[in-house]
T-cell receptor, first 116, second 112 residues
Framework: GAVVSQHPSRVICKSGTSVKIECRSLDFQATTMFWYRQFPKQSLMLMATSNEGSKATYEQGVEKDKFLINHASLTLSTLTVTSAHPEDSSFYIC????????????FGPGTRLTVL | DQQVKQNSPSLSVQEGRISILNCDYTNSMFDYFLWYKKYPAEGPTFLIS?????DKNEDGRFTVFLNKSAKHLSLHIVPSQPGDSAVYFCAASDVNGNQFYFGTGTSLTVIP
């Protein structure tokens, strides 16, 4: 079955530094990848939609200069948290939709970011 | 390989009847299970959860059942309403919540 991986699974960084999170579709080509942030009551907030070869579409309230998204190929999207602050500490999850007529979403296992 | 599976990509139910959405998992270390509801162009919203020490959790019209021996959980919606039409994802995590594994979703349509 289709698998989406995220790397790293956990990262701890100092305030002010930048952190890159990778999302890969391992055995399918993903036309679209989504980035979510998980909040304490378990809801996932959609941050942005990333299409290969084009600029990501950010949801309202998400700073595009702070959360840089690059969808360089059909199997890889990256989220870079720039100048991280402690309030950016969270669980970030990506998902990917394969090419084809169906709208299945395959989720990655998530990345836990802790900013000190 | 998918550790959490939702084998029915879609389901249609008449308004007022019961909707049953199913989810299977493979990892016996999963300790906590969640259901999310997703409308188009929005992120999934948490709906209901259950820990492995229980076999049932109820919240209004929504009930989640867990069968650990079968590695199976289900979400029951009674009575179903047209506003319940959405995609439902199940997810599982270990006791520490360090990683979440999602199913691929089931699209529920409730017919008025």
């Amino acid at each position: 079955g289709a698998v989406v991986s995220q790397h790293p699974s956990r990262v701890i960084c100092k305030s002010g530094t930048s952190v890159k999170i990778e999302c890969r579709s391992l055995d399918f080509q993903a036309t679209t990848m989504f980035w979510y942030r998980q909040f304490p009551k378990q809801s996932l907030m959609l941050m942005a939609t990333s299409n290969e070869g084009s600029k990501a579409t950010y949801e309202q309230g998400v700073e595009k200069d702070k959360f840089l998204i690059n969808h360089a190929s059909l199997t890889l999207s990256t989220l870079t948290v720039t100048s991280a602050h402690p309030e950016d500490s969270s669980f970030y999850i990506c998902s990917a939709t394969p090419k084809g007529p169906y709208n299945e979403q395959f989720f990655g296992p998530g990345t836990r970011l802790t900013v000190l | 390989d998918q550790q959490v599976k939702q084998n029915s990509p879609s389901l249609s139910v008449q308004e007022g009847r019961i909707s049953i959405l199913n989810c299977d998992y493979t990892n016996s270390m999963f300790d906590y299970f969640l259901w999310y509801k997703k409308y188009p162009a929005e992120g999934p919203t948490f709906l209901i959860s259950i820990s492995s020490i229980k076999d049932k959790n109820e919240d209004g019209r929504f009930t989640v059942f867990l069968n650990k021996s079968a590695k199976h959980l289900s979400l029951h919606i009674v009575p179903s309403q047209p506003g319940d039409s959405a995609v439902y994802f199940c997810a599982a995590s270990d006791v520490n919540g360090n990683q979440f594994y999602f199913g691929t979703g089931t699209s529920l349509t409730v017919i008025p």
